[in-house]
């Protein structure tokens, strides 16, 4: 080995050690994960529970372990590669770990939310929560939060939505788009994960479907990926539930790489949300965050199979909109007030 390869290796060991005690040295990160850990997921001594991270979110993954391994001494932390695209299978022994834990929390640079991953490790009884995306920022602002608040916001308004046979959302940016729950079950997500076999995004805040059908039109100008806030609005067309055209050049290719693997099911209309989390104040270029903000709604394409629906695809497109105006019915629904 040449001086320049062990240098190399030095540098490679300082960065994990200093990843292994980011949180030491942040209170706010770990005043975070402790608020995971304890409020949102209640994780109890002699409980088994896993973190699942990987190499892109390893520092807030070291601050979940922590703040675990605070409570319980059945805590491990299980590091991954980072996956192709959200929606993407995890390697089976991290399916494993998930499904073995009585608690799991998953922040990773890509979404396991919607796997057949995690419906297994739910279906196992274990309870727990995924991070898609997640960073320091996201994780102190997102979570620095009265989550009984948000649970409060998101039970105002399901009962607002809850049976209505269509609902409407239409925005200044020129969304129109109207879509048939066909009689799925709304769900919320209050980051409130006590029961077994329950979840939650963290941070979390929504009120959310899966439609059975959808028509219009709906132009993402808050946040999407690839870009995170977008610099020039993303407009998708939607006829008998599928979307139909695209016009950003980058958010179409994530979509054909889908098709090319399961064909339309990658175009399915996947979900309309409404944000309910009342401390995120502002867009800050992560779906994860964004699509809770109070105030805001999101659609997505791609998978629905996870939260209600019958559509199988290797990708759920969250799409987040500005100042939008939601009818049930015919009959407008108050947001919370937000973003």
Same mark, same amino acid.
């Given at each position: 080995m040449d001086d320049a390869d062990h240098a190399d290796e030095t540098d490679a060991a300082v960065d994990a050690?200093?990843?292994?005690?980011?949180?030491?040295?942040?209170?706010?990160?770990?005043?975070a994960a402790e608020t995971a850990v304890g409020q949102c997921?209640?994780?109890?001594?002699?409980?088994?529970? $896993?973190?699942?991270?990987?190499?892109?979110?390893r520092a807030v993954g070291e601050a979940l372990y922590r703040a675990a391994r605070g409570r319980t001494d059945g805590a491990v932390v299980v590091r991954t590669p980072p996956g192709d695209q959200h929606g993407a299978e995890p390697p089976a022994p991290v399916a494993a770990a998930m499904r073995a834990a009585d608690v799991f929390l998953v922040p990773t640079a890509k979404s396991l939310s919607h796997t057949r991953a995690?419906?297994?490790a739910n279906e196992a009884?274990?309870?727990?929560?995924?991070? #898609? /995306?997640?960073?320091?920022?996201?994780?102190?602002?997102?979570? *620095?939060?009265? %989550?009984?608040?948000?649970?409060?916001?998101c039970e105002r308004v399901r009962a607002a939505v809850d049976g209505a046979e269509t609902l409407?959302?239409?925005?200044?940016? /020129?969304?129109?788009?109207?879509?048939?729950?066909?009689?799925?079950?709304?769900?919320?997500?209050?980051?409130?994960?006590h029961d077994p076999g329950g979840?939650?995004?963290?941070? +979390?805040?929504?009120?959310?479907?899966?439609? +059975?059908?959808?028509? /219009?039109?709906?132009?993402?100008?808050?946040?999407?990926? #690839? %870009?995170?806030?977008?610099?020039? #609005?993303?407009?998708?067309?939607?006829?008998?539930?599928?979307?139909?055209?695209?016009?950003?050049?980058?958010?179409?290719d994530q979509l054909e790489t889908a098709a090319a693997? $399961?064909? *339309?099911?990658? %175009?399915?209309?996947a979900e309309l949300g409404v944000g309910t989390n009342v401390g995120v104040v502002d867009l800050v270029g992560s779906v994860l965050l964004d699509e809770k903000a109070a105030?805001?709604?999101?659609?997505a394409v791609g998978d629905d199979a996870s939260i209600g629906g019958d559509v199988e695809a290797p990708i759920h497109l969250d799409g987040v909109l500005r100042d939008p105006t939601l009818y049930a019915d015919g009959e407008q629904v108050a947001l919370p007030s937000g973003v």
């Open positions: 050690d200093q990843a292994d005690h980011a949180d030491e040295t942040d209170p706010e990160l770990r005043a997921l209640g994780v109890a001594a002699g409980e088994s529970c $896993v973190v699942v991270t990987d190499d892109e979110t995690r419906d297994a009884g274990a309870r727990g929560v995924t991070m #898609p /995306g997640v960073t320091r920022e996201v994780m102190v602002a997102g979570l *620095d939060a009265d %989550y009984e608040a948000i649970a409060a916001e409407r959302v239409v925005t200044p940016a /020129g969304t129109d788009l109207t879509v048939e729950p066909g009689g799925r079950e709304w769900h919320s997500d209050t980051g409130l994960v979840f939650s995004n963290l941070p +979390a805040g929504e009120v959310f479907v899966s439609p +059975a059908t959808g028509d /219009g039109r709906f132009v993402v100008d808050g946040t999407t990926m #690839p %870009y995170g806030l977008v610099d020039d #609005p993303v407009e998708f067309v939607v006829e008998d539930g599928l979307v139909t055209s695209v016009s950003d050049d980058a958010v179409r693997e $399961v064909g *339309d099911a990658a %175009y399915n209309l105030g805001t709604v999101h659609v």
